[in-house]
């Protein structure tokens, strides 16, 4: 997949590394579009490094303009422990962005009735800074209209 943002800067190719543990706790990683574009490392890390060389090398570009998607080749019940990992992350980040929005959403409630934000914050269980940062944040710059 090429991705192009304008005519000056790189094309910036992604391209699957597949990696694979060997007995010895090395890594070997490929391409998935290039077999023949291989190599291996102590690390992750290593190995993915030692790749963006070896197919900046390959397809004669640089190496900025190769991004490497790891994909590891693992058990099923560890990849699906990786899963279910990741989509606890997921779920995790989606009900911080509602709670900040709906403590945001009460804050607004609870100052609009006079409450300082000193009391909303105790009401909340918050900082009376956390309570201004909130309301500071969905402040809209308005421009009086003359």
Do not use: C
């Amino acid at each position: 997949m090429t991705n192009d943002t304008s005519d000056t800067e790189e094309k910036v190719t992604t391209y699957t590394a597949r990696l694979e543990r060997e007995k010895d706790g090395r890594w070997t990683v490929e391409l998935d579009e290039e077999p023949r574009v291989h190599t291996w490392g102590k690390t992750i890390e290593q190995a993915l490094t030692r790749m963006r060389e070896a197919a900046a090398l390959w397809f004669q570009t640089d190496e900025g303009q190769i991004e490497l998607v790891p994909r590891p080749v693992l058990p099923k019940s560890a990849s699906r422990t990786i899963d279910q990992a990741r989509q606890a992350r997921a779920h995790a980040r989606d009900a911080d962005r509602l709670a900040v929005e709906r403590t945001r959403k009460a804050a607004e409630a609870l100052t609009a009735r006079g409450i300082s934000m000193r009391d909303a914050a105790v009401i909340l269980g918050i900082s009376h800074q956390r309570v201004h940062q909130l309301l500071a944040a969905e402040v809209p710059t308005r421009h009086n209209a003359s």
